[in-house]
């Protein structure tokens, strides 16, 4: 299924993650991973690694925002999730977005 994010972005994003060695596995979610995106849609992406320092969350997040994407990215931490409806959505619709041994 189609996510409607070019090469170019996938690829932005892919080096702002790899920029990251604790982030092992990124799950895409919400309306691009299920295929009901429209031009504008946000990036949803659930990082699930429990590793990954509040800190180490915030620099990603600073990086993607800074980045030319011309999308909104959310990031959330899956481990860190405490509203379960949350979780059940990206369990449920979640595709693999990334994973660091795809670089290695």
Same mark, same amino acid.
Request: proline content about 4%.
């Given at each position: 299924?189609? @996510? *409607?994010?070019? @090469? ?5 994003? &892919?080096?702002?993650?790899? *920029?990251? +060695?604790?982030v092992?596995?990124?799950? %895409? ?12 849609? &946000? ?8 590793? /990954?320092? &509040?800190?180490? %969350? ?11 994407l +011309?999308?909104?990215? &959310? /990031? /959330?931490?899956? =481990?860190?999730?405490?509203?379960? =409806?949350l ?6 619709? *979640? ?10």
């Amino acid at each position: 299924m189609s @996510n *409607g994010l070019s @090469n170019r972005s996938k690829s932005v994003i &892919d080096s702002v993650l790899k *920029g990251f +060695p604790s982030v092992g596995r990124v799950l %895409l979610f919400g309306s691009r991973a299920k295929g009901s995106y429209y031009a504008g849609s &946000d990036i949803d992406l659930a990082i699930m690694d429990e590793e /990954v320092s &509040d800190k180490e %969350l915030l620099a990603i997040r600073s990086e993607l925002e800074e980045s030319d994407l +011309p999308y909104f990215v &959310d /990031v /959330v931490h899956y =481990p860190s999730i405490r509203y379960q =409806p949350l979780k059940e959505h990206i369990d449920r619709v *979640g595709v693999v977005f990334y994973k660091k041994s795809d670089f290695n």
